[in-house]
């Protein structure tokens, strides 16, 4: 499907090649941002009108519930801020070509080119709060200027969308630790860690390329399983093992000879 882009963001893009795909935001997600947002406000500044209302003219023999004090701007905080992701979501395109990737948001048009990312991440760090109406889930891309960009179920076809970065991604990183790796040096997947002998991790003994019967990502972790064990040798939070996808061609190509 040929892929047709503004002028803005053509004349922008014009060094990333040949566009591949094209990921919109999700439009229930823009829905419900706007009706929550709007009914949380609305909630807010009834409970807040109510609250002034009590204080100003107590009811006899009532006791004032405190709670409201609080609850009222909690109400009112949460649905702006659902209003302003609904705004930052609306018309919101990414487009992926085979040399990088585009953000656009209205006349705003951002770059990334696949061989300056230097991390992918999936998965959610371990005590985020942030606001999400669906399941958590999140990719982040970060390029070797320190740059983040962050994406969640927001994004409509976000597994698409990652697969699409990690196999773009791929190619500019594997060589290079593969070199990496036959020259001696050991390459750090949060506690994982890989050389050109096997794996290791925290508490555990070297793991042999040869002896490994098993690697991958299931349920959000990083799955190591040895052929001489029936229980996990070891397992890590994906999103604390950056590059997975880096770490599982490694064992690819090591596995293979």
Not at 34 to 55: I, K, N, R, S
Not at 169 to 185: C, I, K, Q, S
Not at 233 to 238: A, L
Request: aromatic share 8%; hydrophobic share 45%.
């Amino acid at each position: 499907m040929e892929i047709e882009l503004p002028e803005h963001v053509a004349s922008k893009t014009a060094r990333l090649g040949v566009p591949l795909a094209q990921f919109a935001s999700s439009g229930v997600q823009i829905a419900l941002y706007l009706v929550l947002g709007v009914a949380t406000l609305a909630l807010g500044t009834g409970v807040l009108v109510f609250t002034v209302v009590t204080l100003v003219d107590p009811a006899p023999n009532i006791v004032f519930p405190f709670r409201l004090l609080v609850l009222g701007p909690f109400l009112l905080f949460a649905g702006v801020g659902m209003l302003i992701k609904w705004k930052r979501l609306r018309g919101s395109v990414v487009v992926v070509f085979d040399q990088g990737l585009a953000q656009v948001r209205g006349r705003d048009c951002e770059i990334m080119c696949w061989d300056e990312i230097r991390l992918i991440r999936r998965g959610k760090p371990s005590g985020a709060n942030e606001f999400t109406i669906t399941k958590p889930s999140r990719v982040s891309l970060e390029d070797d200027q320190g740059r983040e960009w962050v994406f969640t179920k927001a994004l409509s076809g976000l597994k698409e969308f990652r697969t699409l970065a990690e196999e773009r991604t791929l190619p500019h990183m594997l060589p290079v630790a593969l070199d990496l790796l036959l020259g001696g040096r050991t390459l750090m997947f949060g506690e994982i860690g890989a050389s050109e002998e096997g794996l290791t991790s925290p508490h555990r003994p070297l793991l042999p390329w040869n002896l490994i019967a098993q690697i991958g990502v299931e349920g959000g972790v990083v799955r190591v399983v040895s052929t001489l064990a029936k229980k996990a040798h070891c397992r890590v939070e994906v999103y604390d093992a950056p590059n997975a996808h880096l770490l599982l061609a490694l064992a690819d190509q090591f596995r293979r000879g």
